[in-house]
């Protein structure tokens, strides 16, 4: 995933809020921008709409880990596969979820609210 990709998994669900006219992330510069009417949407919102982003992504990585390794153990267990090269699978797995997970590697929650133009208290 590149960082483009993951600034638009955040970006569009904050765009599909009524209220948001224009969301923009970009890991590379740790800035962010979201225009948005104060009368349609709450900052809450905004907030809970990266946060379910979020989750969602950490949830996928789980999902696809969980499922990779439960297959290649099955094989293994099953002689369809080597038991060494089911653990090269399972350690591609596990470099495969940290490098999906890698852009959230800089996140700072008081930072990241001040990109937003607000500081949440």
Known sequence: MS???CS???ADPVTSLDGVSEANIDFA???GSVEHDPDEVTL?????AIEDATLAKIKQNI???LGYIT???LLASLGLLQPVLAAGA???SSVSVLSNSLPFRRYTPDHD???????RR
């Open 3 to 5: 960082c483009a990709n």
């Open 8 to 10: 638009q998994t955040i």
């Open 29 to 31: 510069t740790d800035e």
């Open 44 to 48: 809450d919102r905004i907030f809970d």
């Open 63 to 65: 999902v696809w880990a």
């Open 71 to 73: 297959a290649m153990i």
């Open 90 to 92: 399972m350690a591609f």
């Open 113 to 119: 609210y001040e990109l937003l133009g607000v500081l």
